[in-house]
């Protein structure tokens, strides 16, 4: 079972900037690494996804141009870089390991133990 750790959550004011990470180990099948969100009140969203085979990445629509997921060159570690953070993306902050980015992981999958993002005013 991959092992994930994420950190680089906080609070910051709107219009910043953040780095999450999430360090993995343990990988088997697992192709995609993904972030995820789970805003106050709200049900979790993807957010974006990288495939390890190709780095081919997706990103929801309404972080598109404003986050990039990357990962580290020896693929332990991917990045959720965000600007231009909004009130909205106010959340905690996942990482999961599953089999592909044009699917949704489910609990089944590995996931870390999530980090808070808060964007204040």
């Known amino acids: 079972e991959v092992q994930l750790v994420e950190s680089g959550g906080g609070l910051v004011q709107a219009g910043g900037s953040l780095t999450l990470s999430c360090t993995a180990s343990?990988?088997?099948?697992?192709?995609?690494i993904g972030w995820f969100r789970k805003p106050p009140r709200s049900q979790q969203e993807g957010v974006a996804c990288l495939s390890r085979s190709d780095g081919s990445t997706y990103y929801a629509d309404d972080v598109k141009g404003r986050f990039t997921i990357s990962t580290d060159n020896a693929k332990n570690t991917v990045f959720l870089q965000m600007t231009s953070l909004k009130i909205g993306d106010t959340a905690i902050y996942y990482c999961?390991?599953?089999?592909?980015?044009?699917?949704?992981?489910?609990?089944?999958?590995?996931w870390g133990q999530g980090t808070p993002v808060t964007v204040s005013s």
């Open positions: 343990g990988f088997t099948d697992e192709n995609a």
């Open positions: 999961a390991a599953f089999y592909s980015c044009k699917t949704y992981p489910t609990s089944a999958d590995s």
